[in-house]
């Protein structure tokens, strides 16, 4: 974590652990998924095997995605102070994107997804909800991955906030978003 590990100490990380894990498991049968930041990391972990020309997983699966450090996007504005989670971009949550990011540009693809080409993606699950901060990261992913001829599902939650989603266990939204994760990964991977 930043400060310690700035950019790209994350994505370098999970490239390692995703280059070891080809040398025994082939791409067909590996889906990568995550939340929040995890989410972006997903999308950031694709787009970095498509540089590196390595295979890409089979499938993706970004939650609640922080698809945009930058503050770009309308829920940025309308959520605000409507998340209750993530609350507001001004603060922590900005602080965190240019303390992770160091000097790089925001709008890196690297850091951004948002930005980056997705072009030969696999198929993409991508979850949020009306009230989340991330919203307008996801649509603008979703829309992306769309106009890319990716196939890409969106599941978009009432009167959800950031990743409350998956925080009850056995609330109705966390059953069906797992029992949706698991049929997408069942029909993806080989």
Known sequence: MAPDFPYPAAVDDAMTV?????????AEKIGVFGTSTGGGMTLILGLRAKAEGLPLPAALAAGTPWADLSKTGDSYFTNEYVDNILVSYDG??????RLYAGEHDLKDPMLSPVYGDVSGFPP????TGTR????????????KLREAGVPADL???????HAHYHMVPNAPETRFHFTELGRFFSRNLQ
Do not use: C, Q
């Open 124 to 127: 993409t699950l991508l979850t």
């Open 92 to 97: 922590w949550l900005g602080d965190a994107a």
């Open 18 to 26: 995703y280059r070891e894990l080809l040398k025994t498991t082939p």
């Open 132 to 143: 989340d901060l991330f919203l307008s990261n996801t649509a603008r992913m979703h829309l």
């Open 155 to 161: 599941i978009v939650f009432e009167g959800m906030s």
